[in-house]
């Protein structure tokens, strides 16, 4: 086989993997409502139609989606050709007469853009095939700002009412759903509001599965400038102490984001927009390519269920198939599942591990400590160590024993002491295989 033949071969191995294990989240993403904000940067980038056939191709799977984009770096164009004076307090643009007619101008513009690209459907395109309807119209009713701090902010508004009752009918009849920047009065006034706050308002109104903001960098970097792959609201807002170290988009994204999980949005995202196919790299694969920042727990240690067991067993088969752990069958491990503990992330059994006790010797045995590759060296063979730990203690046993062949360095360094047979419960000595030949190691639990 050439190097060539077998490139394309590895390509398409990757290809069936990622496909393969995209299902579940296909599956998951069907008649959810998703809500995504973008800027008017993104609309004047290059990689701006491939991003439109992205959200068409989750239109085609059953995704309801709303979508709010904004319009500055097009305002601010126009504003510049006439000449205009452009002035923002506290992050908000003072919106003029002027500044009101070249919003207007300027937000009808991208939106007509938008909506002539998800009417493609040329063939031999991303978007042959397609038929998309899209809906926009004056969902959003807004107040003015007023004079805040001195400041008249003038047509410059902020989101009073969604009309949720209309959006929602709108995606029921499979179109998608396009929200500009603008707001109206009840009095008939057009106020300019801000790209964030319509979506926020909007995820909130119908209660959407995702509110998602593709912004201009990576997500939310740690101390060490790694990504922060997920956070909870706590560990969020602890970004927002030093607002003056993310970039002005990235600080306005994450304080909408935590106000809309407050509000009960269950997850939100910040997705690097200059990424070409970040927004389905972010949705459908396990880690993603952004920052989630969740109102609820995305990873979690807990007792086994029934409907864990294929998860434990697509872990343990391979290390039975190299001689690490002992082969367990399905029957088996369902008569077992009440043993087990697992780590679950975001719907996936990742790790795993078995207390089975001897409560006449107060001894229990850790066995079947089990990690996905793709998630070793990241202390969850800690975690769940430490839960069987507070799980045995909670059964009033004193010390943990395990039978290893390969791990045991592993086990020394977390405080397991060489033992021998004859310290083990009569009953696991009966049943102790030869032909393997494990080592005992023994941890007393303070």
Known sequence: MSEEQQGQTLDCATFVRWFRGSAPY???????????????????????????????????????????????????????ARDASIRYVNGLRVTDDDALACVKEATGAVRVEIEALLSMGVANTPMAGFDIEVASGNFVTANPLGVREGVDYLHTGEVRRIDAAA??????????????????SPTGEVFNLSA?????????????????????????????????????????????????????????ALFSAIYACRKGIRRAHLVNRRVDGSLLLELFTRDGVGTLISSETFEDVRQAEIDDVGGILGLI??????????RRSRELLEMEIDYFTVVERDGAIIGCAALYPFPADRIGELACLAVDPRYRDQNRGEQLLAYIERRAQSLGIDSL????????????ERGFLPAGLADLPVEKQALYNYQRRSKVFLKALL
């Open 167 to 184: 959006l929602q009918r709108r995606l029921e009849e499979g179109a998608i759903v396009l929200l500009s920047p603008l707001g109206y």
């Open 26 to 80: 296909i599956n998951a993403f069907r008649n959810r409502t998703f809500v995504i904000a973008f800027g008017g940067e993104l609309v004047a980038e290059s990689q701006f139609a491939s991003f439109i056939h992205d959200l068409a191709l989750l239109n085609s799977l059953g995704v309801k989606l709303v979508l709010i984009h904004g319009a500055r770096p097009q305002i601010e164009e126009r504003l510049l």
């Open 196 to 252: 964030e706050d319509v979506a926020t308002a909007a995820a909130i109104a119908l209660k959407a599965e995702k509110l998602i903001y593709m912004v201009d960098g990576p997500g939310l970097l740690d101390r060490a400038g790694e990504l922060q792959h997920e956070l909870d609201l706590n560990a969020a807002e602890r970004h927002l102490e030093h607002p003056e170290a993310l970039p002005e988009e990235v600080a306005k």
């Open 317 to 326: 088969e391979p290390l039975e198939a190299e001689g690490v752990l002992v």
């Open 401 to 412: 024993f395990v039978l290893t062949t390969r791990t045991a360095h592993w086990f020394q």
